[in-house]
């Protein structure tokens, strides 16, 4: 401007340019650069104003939608995408700008001066990000603090996963898709917003402005910070995970062998007990040791069911136990089932092998058996056998089973009527069958008596027919000394 000044001025003087010609086309020289001057400078402002717009918009922020709304990172591809693409923009907006100012300020682009006004314009444009990326630091600084905030702000589930008790995400470091790995690319794409403004000092060598914003030690300081705490955090949540994987035996124990054990010993064995289990005397649990069991299973249930839905840790994470919680439960009404269906079954078992058992009885008895028929002679011996050995375990059933069905209507299992039935009917039918039992064993003694006696006439017969083979043979050997036809 100033040599444009000395141009007209020196070309007035030379050429004799009248006065007022002369004011005119200086006052025009004057309004022109005042005019190219403050739209260079309002171009400063513009490029403030840009930037500003994403000064107090975080990155990240709750919902809300839901009374406690947690950060927003179901979405967060599609909100960095959008933030991403506004900022490439506002770019290409910065770009445009600054070529408008060199060409108001009418700069050499290889000019010292121009570069250093392209430095000043850059300091305001990282200033601008600083000013973006403290605030979103600082907004999950505070909201992950525990004196500032009592809203959870992240969420995971903890859930039982094919014998495995995780969180989900996963709360294990160096674990990908992580709660860890998910906040580190949270601040990761923080700080990725200084990439996608292009750099406009493009004598400095730099495409974009995120490394000067990564070397800041304020900023990193930050970081840091948010994940220290996100590390403690976590491991007052695993702690927490190990104090719920105490009732690992719950999913890891094998029922069947469980209840077999049961059985056979009345409890379960210790590991070290069972490489030596053929020491171990087999002692058949007894009704007490079955309600203990259920009791204890009980007892589980009622410690698991009055956890919280939820556990809030350092008031910034909250684990969601709905799902642990209804995993558990039903596992320990799966171990309290395993004992009442064994009771129920055995009431059931019992009664209808007695049932059959009588139905069988009724006819076996009524058959006639004949005094020449030795064959429906035994099968009748053996049937009344088998009453006999079955006669002390159900002559003293009754009283067991009714025990059993008390103790399973005091954990409110409905018991079928058609039990009750045969708990009354079955006994009078039980000693109908021992009575026809003992008329029948008396029928058949005098049976018993003369098979006796044809047996023993049999024997008899058999001992002379064996002493007249012998004294034959001896008689009538075919291997003396003196056969003359030995092979005939």
């Known amino acids: 401007m100033y040599q444009k000044f000395c141009f007209i001025l020196s070309r007035s003087t030379v050429t004799g340019t009248n006065p007022t010609d002369f004011i005119r086309r200086l006052r ?7 005019a190219r001057f403050f739209k260079s400078k309002s171009n400063l402002d513009d ?3 840009i930037l500003q717009t994403y000064l107090k918009t975080a990155l990240y922020s709750r919902g809300e939608t839901r009374q406690d709304p947690l950060l927003i990172v179901y979405e967060k591809e599609n909100r960095v995408l959008k933030r991403n693409n506004e900022l490439r923009d506002a770019g290409l907006r910065l770009q445009d700008i600054l070529k408008q100012s060199k060409w108001l300020l009418k700069a050499d682009a290889d000019a010292d001066i121009w570069k250093a006004y392209v430095d000043y314009v850059d300091e305001m444009i990282i200033e601008s990000l600083y000013e973006i990326i403290d605030y979103n630091l600082n907004y999950l600084l505070e909201e992950s603090d525990p004196t500032l905030n009592k809203r959870p702000l992240f969420e995971v589930e903890l859930i039982l996963d094919d014998l495995d008790l995780r969180f989900n995400p996963t709360l294990e470091f160096g674990s990908a898709n992580g709660l860890y790995d998910i906040v580190d690319t949270l601040i990761g794409n923080i700080f990725r917003q200084a990439a996608m403004i292009p750099r406009l000092a493009e004598h400095s060598g730099q495409k974009h402005y995120q490394n000067d914003l990564e070397g800041m030690k304020a900023l990193n300081d930050r970081r840091l910070k948010i994940m220290e705490r996100l590390r403690d955090t976590m491991k007052e949540a695993n702690d927490w995970k190990e104090d719920v994987n105490e009732y690992a035996y719950l999913w890891l124990d094998d029922r069947k062998e469980h209840m077999r054990q049961f059985l056979l010993y009345g409890r379960a064995l210790e590991e070290n007990e069972i490489e030596n289990r053929e020491l171990i005397i087999e002692t058949p649990p007894s009704l007490v040791q079955f309600q203990n069991q259920i009791d204890l299973f009980q007892s589980i249930y009622s410690d698991i069911d009055s956890w919280n839905q939820t556990f809030l840790f350092n008031s910034w994470l909250r684990v969601d136990a709905r ?7 039903n596992l320990v009404n799966k171990w309290i089932n395993l004992y009442k269906n064994y009771l129920i079954d055995h009431v059931t078992v019992s009664l209808n092998e007695l049932e059959l058992f009588i139905k069988h009885a009724s006819d076996m008895l009524q058959r006639q058996v004949r005094s020449d028929d030795l064959k429906s002679l035994i099968e009748m011996m053996t049937f009344l056998s088998q009453v006999r050995t079955r006669q002390e375990y159900t ?4 009283e067991p089973i009714k025990d059993i069905i008390e103790l399973l209507k005091s954990y409110a299992y409905e018991v079928p009527q058609t039990i009750y039935a045969m708990l009354d009917e079955l006994p009078e039918k039980w000693i109908i069958i021992k009575k026809m039992a003992a008329k029948m064993k008396q029928y058949i003694a005098p049976l018993q008596a003369n098979q006796i006696v044809n047996i023993r ?3 008899i017969d058999m001992e002379k027919k064996q002493q007249e083979i012998r004294e034959r043979f001896l008689r009538d050997a075919p291997f003396t000394y003196d056969t003359k036809e030995p092979y005939v």
């Open 28 to 34: 025009t020289t004057i309004h022109d650069f005042e």
């Open 457 to 459: 006439n049999q024997i």
């Open 323 to 329: 799902p642990i919680k209804r995993q558990l439960l």
């Open 47 to 49: 490029i403030q104003k």
């Open 395 to 398: 002559d003293d059933m009754a």
